[in-house]
């Protein structure tokens, strides 16, 4: 055992044997002690920023970093080998079958998650973590159920998306702190799979979340840096894709490219969370109160003012200006209403096309197709750097538009208490993606069902149907009408979860301000059934 290093779980004891060498530790302390100071100022840094939105302080670009974005001679990184053309890319998390499944699905790349598609079971993390490695080395091959599972000649290329800088992994400390998720899922895939992936034609690739400052990129550069000394790596190897998911992140898209521009491979409209993002940043204003979630579209003039200029941001450096995910799948027992759904699916991914995307994100692998079709129809090169989007202008009043047409609705916000009850209860369970109505709901979509449940009671909005207000009181009674169905709806909840996540929505809505993450809040529940002490879990969150 490495100095310093304790594991406070027994879960997933053959993969921790497989995963936890002392190489591997020595390297997850020796990034702990090197960048966990740097994480936490940065997250401090987020509570003053908060405090000054909340003050009434408009969100703006940066007067100290205008020469960045003024200069027009730096560029990012070329592309990496496997990233030259990413068209279609399918996202999930990282379990032995979906793994094999979206390599084998005919996208361009594959994004294992190990965010929020995925509950971060310690058993989900290191198992998932096996799983990629074997798939790296082509040993992922398995039978279960008389059924096959292996992977084609021509798999998708392989990227990661470790955990968001605010998340603690508390199975794991380091000089007895919690060590950070973002460094344990990134370090642990890096450690084991970085020279093999080269090896091969490939890399250690990327995709970084949640950020909400330029420093933010800095720290991961910084990180990249470092990791590539540590294990002998030729350095800008890696590659880094920042979702843009948070509003305070928009303002500083050609900063984060700068910070990153050895190692980045481009942004993309993280388009759930950044709604999510809009509504909690502005939780003090009463002029951003949202209509149903069905209502805030992508051609929304805030979404669609945040989609023009990271185009025009990326191709300027050229970089990829990757799409989001449309969150409808297959309905296979009507086939009327999935005519209906994937229709949803075509226009989205033509609208990303036509607006200068490089590349679109899926969910489902029956998906694929339809993407493809329209990427191939209206990009037939590689990418659209070409397409520098020079006529765009977007002025900070764009990104921050409230003119959000719809409205609030009694089945919107039924809707909204279901999905939250629903994605919570399965999420405490271990399992963090879940269908629900035919749409795929992950931690970024039940994000804004909670906050927007908040911002509706906070506010004292009103039902358009009835013009009843929504309270604390109204929300409770639909928790107890839906609480009870839910089982029927999402296989395999737990009453013992449904409770938890029935408590959980019933303080959330009568908090002062709502919590950062969900994830954050529930992560105790992970860590106890996990193994880790209540004190130390406690220390560590």
Not at 3 to 25: N, P, R, W, Y
Request: charged share 25%; hydrophobic share 40%; aromatic share 8%.
């Amino acid at each position: 055992m490495v100095q310093g290093v304790k594991i406070h779980s027994t879960v997933a004891a053959k993969a921790q044997a497989e995963l936890f060498t002392d190489g591997a530790l020595k390297f997850l302390a020796a990034l702990h002690r090197t960048f966990e100071t740097t994480r936490q100022s940065l997250l401090v840094a987020r509570e003053d920023a908060q405090r000054r939105f909340d003050s009434g302080v408009a969100l703006d670009f940066p007067t100290e970093t205008a020469h960045i974005r003024t200069e027009p001679s730096w560029h990012c990184a070329p592309p990496a080998p496997g990233l030259e053309d990413r068209r279609v890319e399918i996202t999930g998390p990282t379990d032995r079958k979906m793994v094999i499944n979206a390599l084998n699905s005919g996208a361009k790349t594959f994004m294992a998650d190990f965010e929020d598609s995925s509950a971060p079971t310690f058993a989900n993390l290191l198992n998932g973590q096996i799983n990629l490695r074997d798939a790296i080395r082509r040993q992922i091959d398995f039978e279960v159920g008389g059924k096959s599972y292996k992977l084609s000649e021509n798999p998708a290329v392989l990227i990661v998306r470790p955990r968001g800088w605010h998340l603690d992994e508390p199975r794991i400390t380091v000089d007895n702190q919690p060590i950070s998720g973002s460094l344990f899922d990134f370090a642990l895939y890096f450690y084991h799979n970085a020279h093999e992936l080269v090896k091969r034609g490939s890399g250690p690739y990327f995709y970084l979340p949640k950020m909400e400052h330029y420093l933010e990129a800095r720290l991961w550069n910084d990180v990249f840096v470092f990791s590539q000394s540590f294990i002998g790596m030729q350095h800008n190897t890696i590659r880094g894709t920042v979702l843009i998911e948070t509003l305070p992140a928009a303002f500083q898209m050609e900063e984060i490219l700068f910070e990153l521009r050895n190692h980045s491979s481009g942004l993309n409209c993280g388009r759930w969370d950044y709604i999510f993002s809009f509504i909690k940043k502005r939780r003090a204003d009463h002029s951003a109160v949202l209509p149903d979630r069905k209502d805030v579209t992508m051609t929304v003039p805030f979404m669609d003012s945040y989609v023009r200029l990271l185009i025009q941001t990326c191709h300027k450096r050229k970089v990829a200006a990757m799409g989001g995910m449309s969150a409808q799948i297959p309905i296979k027992d009507d086939p009327k209403a999935n005519e209906i759904a994937m229709a949803k699916v075509r226009a989205d991914k033509l609208r990303e096309v036509t607006a200068g995307h490089d590349g679109t994100w899926i969910a489902h692998p029956l998906i694929n197709k339809i993407a493809r079709e329209v990427f191939d129809q209206n990009m037939l090169g590689p990418n659209q750097y070409y397409n520098l989007r020079a006529e765009v202008k977007v002025a900070a009043a764009d990104l921050l538009s409230t003119t959000v047409p719809g409205a609030i609705t009694a089945a919107g916000v039924r809707e909204n208490v279901e999905t939250c009850l629903a994605y919570t209860a399965a999420w405490v369970g271990g399992n963090g993606c879940i269908p629900l109505n035919y749409l795929m709901e992950d931690a970024a979509t039940a994000e804004i069902t909670r906050v927007q449940l908040w911002q509706w009671v906070h506010y004292g909005a009103r039902i358009a149907d009835t013009g009843a207000p929504i309270t604390a009181e109204s929300v409770d009674a639909l928790i107890a009408e839906v609480a009870p169905g839910l089982g029927r709806i999402v296989a395999g909840l737990k009453e013992e979860n449904v409770r938890i996540a029935v408590e959980y929505l019933r303080g959330q809505v009568r908090r002062a301000w709502p919590s950062e993450f969900l994830t954050s809040d529930l992560m105790s529940y992970l860590a106890i059934r996990d193994g880790v002490e209540p004190g130390l879990q406690r220390a560590a969150l």
